[in-house]
């Protein structure tokens, strides 16, 4: 391999050299590369550029754009590892944030002072919450990831440039007598069923609606949650929970048990009245008389009605679960046994999201201490 340098300016240098032959075509291929400053400047990277090749970690030089590789990207790569609705997430955050700003400049020229200048336009916009400035951040930085894996470019600019902090808020969520007055104003309401299950089993919107009846236990009061249902555009999805702790038992609280019962009637009078026959083990809990899964978003949707329609306190349908979570807590439950119902991964996770619900019980620790010495010491 060989190169050669030749003046294109006053300060200004073009550095010539060969690339290695095409693996199909055995064709010569050359490379240019322009560099500002003295002929010594370009001496130094024509070094640098011919011994990155010796060694087999040159980067080729390509002209496409952060656009064109975040399409590529999306399309045929990040399909393997993103599942599907965060991969709708992903189109809409680089249709919208990212290729509007960044879009144009050659993927091999993009720097951290790019990074940077994008993220502040989004910041001064004031159209979005540092949330979705941060997501968008997110899919950049994973979507370079892969093309410094792949060897197109050298380093990840987006992992240099950190995404502005995200102010940590408290969801809102029932306090214990508006949990009463909550189920009490649903009663009669069709969504009654799942609200009851969503404050007392603190389970996912997408737990709940993935329920068959094998699942329940009624006469045992347990519920067996094994599976998700994530909606797409225009498509339902099961899907098995992320972790083993998500694939957990639950017991039931006698108003979700008594909200279950009846609703299994109702299902089963209206299907034998259709002449549709029994309820099969695998039935839908909350699916239509044909069996069809609900939408995860209807749900969300029907809630926000239910919310404004019968002046219920305004906490949002995941709200529900951690207004479950408060209650358990509140009522001394310890963080090992709220973090197995809730299904997380660990108690860890339970106690970075719930740790300002705990009590401080310090005092009590130092009693505690005292009581197990027995006074002995002074």
Known sequence: MKGTIRRRGKRSWEIKYDL??????????????????LRADAERELRAILSRMDRGVLIEPTKITVGEYLDEWLDKS?????????????????????????????????RPADI???????????????????????????????????EI???????IIKPPTLQKTE???LTAGEISETLARMKGH????????????????????????????????????????????????????????GRRTVSLPAFAVAALRDHRRQQLELRLQLGLGTLPPDFPVFGNHEGDWPKPYSISDRWRDAVRNRKLPKVTFHGLRHSHASALIAAGLDVVTVSRRLGHASPALTLGTY????????????????????????
């Open 20 to 37: 290695p032959r095409d693996h199909q075509t055995g064709q010569r291929r050359t490379a240019y590369k322009t560099v500002k400053g």
């Open 78 to 110: 990040a399909p393997r590892t993103v599942a599907p609705v965060s991969l709708q997430r992903y189109h809409s955050l680089s249709r919208n944030q990212i290729k509007p700003h960044l879009g144009t400049i050659p993927l091999q020229r993009l």
């Open 116 to 150: 940077d200048g994008w993220l502040q336009n989004l910041i001064e916009a004031g159209n979005l919450s540092t949330r979705t400035i941060r997501h968008a951040h997110g899919v950049l930085r994973r979507a370079l990831a892969h093309a410094t894996a792949i």
């Open 153 to 159: 470019i050298e380093r990840n600019v987006a992992s």
């Open 171 to 173: 969801m809102a969520i």
């Open 190 to 245: 069709s969504l009654y069923p799942i609200i009851a299950l969503a404050i007392g089993t603190g389970a996912r919107r997408g737990e709940i609606a993935a329920l068959r009846w094998v699942d329940i236990n009624l006469d045992g009061a347990a519920m067996r949650i094994e599976r998700s249902l994530e909606q797409t555009k225009g498509a339902l999805r099961v899907k098995l929970p992320k972790t083993a702790a």
């Open 355 to 378: 740790s300002h619900l705990f009590k401080n019980n310090d005092a009590e620790a130092a009693a505690a201490i005292d009581a197990a010495l027995g006074g002995n010491i002074e």
